[in-house]
């Protein structure tokens, strides 16, 4: 799948892992999510609800849920489906929990 290059950005963790997030400019009218991949593979896709009040989509606020995600076994390198999280005020957790 490519990855648009328009407002992607990139993130690295401090092991030196990069990764690409993209939201969509308009994001506060027509997004309704973040995707989130490590950059140079073809893995899971992390996508991040951004909707909570106490949520802005910086690159720090990015960054924590990959954090978030790798605890609720986001597994980027591998082919699988999406995993979706949402912010609940504090970190992302898992949709379905």
């Keep these: 799948?490519?990855?648009p290059e328009?407002?992607?950005r990139r993130v690295s963790l401090r092991d030196g892992q990069t990764f690409l997030w993209h939201l969509d400019?308009?994001?506060e009218r027509t997004t309704r999510a973040i995707r989130v991949k490590e950059d140079g593979t073809d893995g899971q896709i992390l996508v991040l609800d951004p909707y909570h009040h106490a949520f802005l989509?910086?690159?720090t606020q990015v960054r924590r849920?990959?954090?978030d995600a790798?605890?609720?076994g986001w597994r980027p390198a591998i082919r699988l489906p999406p995993?979706?999280?949402v912010f609940d005020g504090?970190?992302?957790?898992?949709r379905e929990d």
């Design 6 to 8: 328009k407002d992607t």
């Design 83 to 85: 995993l979706e999280m």
């Design 90 to 94: 504090e970190h992302f957790r898992r």
């Design 70 to 72: 790798f605890r609720a």
């Design 1 to 3: 799948m490519a990855w």
């Design 65 to 67: 849920a990959i954090h």
């Design 57 to 59: 989509p910086t690159q």
């Design 25 to 27: 400019a308009d994001w």
